[in-house]
């Protein structure tokens, strides 16, 4: 079945410094979203990228989806303690049916101050 | 969040015993899942539904039951509790065309 794969699983940043998760399907995707999980709290979604080498920014995040539709990241610039938190990619394969969506493990970001 | 409960929102149980797990939300979406979220393994799909009495199994079945007898309510069964169902469970919807999901403030359950 399809998998997806985030790397890292953990990572420890200063305030300030910069974040990058990346996200990898074993098959190629319709869509990728992206989701954060405050520490205690669920799941909130934060951006759909659809096309092929499509970036969207909000503030701080550039997520970006790569040109084969297999892979994406997620970079956060000058980290903030509000940014604590996991950060999950999810994905739709292309030859699913339906509306599932396969998540990656997720990457725990924690913030210095 | 997308008018989702779940309900209730922390349960301890013994082996052996059923347990039903409820979603409950208010804006009529078509689309509910139920997942199961583990260290390490992030979230994984256990059931869904596409309508009511409309369901389909995810990944990590095996050992869970689902009904939908209304559209804004999807039940989440384990038949006979076990200690590898000790879990976060959360419950989501699917928000109109877009496959984007929205959850629910999920339910902690321990079997003892």
């Known amino acids: 079945g399809q998998q997806v794969m985030q790397i890292p699983q953990y990572q420890h940043v200063q305030e300030g410094e910069d974040f990058t998760t990346y996200c990898n399907s074993s098959?190629?995707?319709?869509?990728i979203q992206w989701y954060k999980q405050r520490p205690g709290g669920h799941p909130v979604f934060l951006i759909q990228?659809?096309?092929?080498?499509e970036v969207k920014k909000q503030k701080r995040l550039t997520f970006q989806f790569g040109e084969a539709k297999k892979n994406s990241s997620l970079h956060i610039t000058a980290t903030q303690t509000t940014d604590v938190g996991t950060y999950f990619c999810?994905?739709?394969?292309?030859?699913?049916?339906?509306?599932?969506?396969?998540f990656g493990e997720g990457t725990q970001l924690t913030v210095n101050p | 969040d997308a008018g989702i409960t779940q309900s209730p929102r922390h349960k301890v149980t013994e082996t052996g015993t059923p347990v039903t797990l409820r979603c409950h939300q208010t804006?009529?979406?078509?689309?509910m899942y139920w997942y199961r979220q583990d260290p390490g393994h992030g979230l994984r799909l256990i059931h869904y539904?596409?309508?009511?009495?409309?369901?389909d199994k995810g990944e990590v079945s095996d050992g869970y039951s689902v009904s939908r007898s209304k559209t804004e309510d999807f039940l989440l069964t384990l038949e006979s509790a076990t200690s590898s169902q000790t879990s976060v469970y959360f419950c989501?919807?699917?928000?109109?065309?877009?496959?984007?999901?929205?959850f629910g403030p999920g339910t902690r359950l321990t079997v003892t």
């Open positions: 990228l659809v096309k092929s080498g």
């Open positions: 098959t190629t995707l319709s869509n």
């Open positions: 989501a919807i699917r928000a109109g065309s877009s496959y984007e999901q929205y």
């Open positions: 804006e009529n979406h078509r689309y």
């Open positions: 999810a994905g739709k394969a292309r030859e699913t049916s339906g509306s599932r969506l396969t």
């Open positions: 539904s596409y309508g009511v009495k409309d369901t």
